[in-house]
């Protein structure tokens, strides 16, 4: 029998029935399904991504922006007095989506470079797109980008994200990189933004001087960057930068009190997860190429290895390319199964960008890691919210429905938990609820 998880305090009230309960401000109850994403204080792995607590008639009571109880709607109710109720029967209800690695502010589009890459015409490359979007980003002012960023913020939260990591790496020179995240802190939007500076990108082809000065403007712009910024990211990739390049660039966040992620290891194996793991990384982001040595540090760390299906799926990674020829992840769910039988924990996110993944919604990243990477429906939800979370350093105060995190609640259009990933194509979120609030778009 499931018992409710409450927390204690809050002020009484007499109910019409003269028993005393909890005011809160509000209960959401009957839900056919409440996925709670619950039950630890570190990230799930192995077997235990299968296993999640789903209550059936589930009820989340809400005070102060503040999950205070979850558990059966008799009980809830038993135990607390709402001054509004919103009922869930027919619906189920879920933490908020947590989306961990986005480029969110950019200028710009690379449809045409991906077209090239679908009818097999010579396409640009890593470093050709990235730069393209890198002279779009610096033409644009800050209210431009302000503007375009709030507009995909708009959409990735009628979609279920509640909270959302963005990176810069498209300014890659002093100037843009800083205004990058004047924007990101500046933005004012419903759902929380946590700035990650990604100087370390790629050397950008038009920088005059050479790539140890380039990685000494990166160095340089730290102390700075770290007032908007509660990250430092580095690409430690065979297109981007070594190991030893990555490292020096995060001793010097690291003094400017910076925590650290890395994209690692995505176009061939440089050592980055393994760096990851032994800097204690928050994530180490991507992981195509990743050594048996990589996944063995990995499955030993505290480090979330993030996972992008979205990118799997829009480079065309698991097909043939034109003309024949092995597709780049010929095998993407033993990929992805061999990292969870390892031990490493593992998010989901959607690395929205204009190149490699331009979509902005986590549902679409669900779908696609069923499809794509044959992941349960267990699998997904726990990667996609609690796991997240922790990547973000998070853990304690979101990606969960728990007594004492914030409220960013979930209620679907439908019943099951299984139904957002079964089908695609529709946005199935009704009610998006962040710290307890109906979340608004701004634009």
Not at 92 to 105: E, F, I, R, S
Not at 181 to 206: C, F, K, S, W
Request: net charge negative; proline share 5%.
């Amino acid at each position: 029998m499931v018992t409710a998880r409450m927390s204690t305090g809050g002020v009484e009230a007499l109910g019409g029935d003269g028993a005393v309960r909890r005011r809160v401000d509000l209960v959401i109850a009957h839900a056919t399904e409440l996925l709670t994403c619950a039950g630890s204080a570190a990230p799930i792995r192995g077997e235990e991504l299968s296993r999640i607590e789903i209550l059936k008639d589930g009820a989340v009571a809400v005070r102060d922006g503040r999950i205070v109880a979850v558990g059966p709607t008799p009980e809830v109710l038993a135990n607390y007095a709402a001054d509004a109720t919103l009922n869930a029967a027919g619906r189920l209800v879920t933490p908020g989506l947590v989306d961990a690695h986005t480029h969110l502010v950019y200028g710009g589009t690379r449809h045409a470079d991906w077209e090239d890459l679908a009818v097999g015409r010579p396409a640009t490359g890593l470093g050709g797109g990235i730069m393209r979007t890198v002279r779009a980003t610096r033409e644009l002012s800050a209210d431009q980008l302000r503007v375009r960023a709030l507009r995909d913020l708009d959409v990735m939260l009628a979609h279920g994200t509640t909270t959302v990591e963005a990176k810069t790496g498209y300014g890659l020179d002093g100037e843009t990189e800083l205004r990058l995240l004047e924007v990101m802190a500046n933005l004012r939007h419903e759902i929380p933004v946590v700035a990650t500076y990604l100087g370390a990108h790629l050397q950008p082809t038009d920088y005059p001087g050479s790539r140890a000065d380039y990685l000494k403007l990166v160095r340089d712009l730290l102390p700075e960057a770290a007032k908007y910024a509660e990250y430092c990211d580095m690409a430690c990739d065979p297109a981007c930068f070594t190991a030893e390049e990555c490292a020096e660039v995060a001793t010097v966040a690291r003094a400017a009190g910076m925590r650290l992620r890395l994209h690692a290891d995505q176009t061939g194996d440089a050592g980055g997860v393994a760096l990851a793991a032994q800097l204690g990384a928050s994530s180490v982001d991507h992981l195509d190429a990743i050594s048996a040595a990589g996944r063995a540090a990995l499955a030993s760390s505290p480090t979330v290895g993030m996972i992008f299906p979205g990118v799997s799926q829009h480079m065309l990674d698991t097909i043939p390319a034109v003309g024949g020829g092995q597709p780049s992840q010929p095998d993407a769910p033993g990929w992805v199964r061999q990292l969870i039988d390892s031990g490493a924990a593992l998010g989901l996110a959607t690395d929205y960008n204009p190149g490699t993944c331009p979509t902005p919604s986590m549902q679409t990243v669900m779908q696609l890691a069923a499809r794509l990477y044959r992941l349960s429906y267990a699998e997904i939800w726990q990667m996609c919210t609690i796991n997240a979370a922790h990547s973000l350093d998070r853990g304690g105060e979101i990606g969960s429905l728990e007594p004492g995190k914030r409220a960013d609640i979930l209620v679907w259009s439908v019943p099951e938990h299984g139904m957002p990933i079964h089908r695609f194509g529709v946005n199935l979120v009704d009610t998006v609820l962040i710290a307890g609030k109906r979340a608004q778009p701004v634009s």
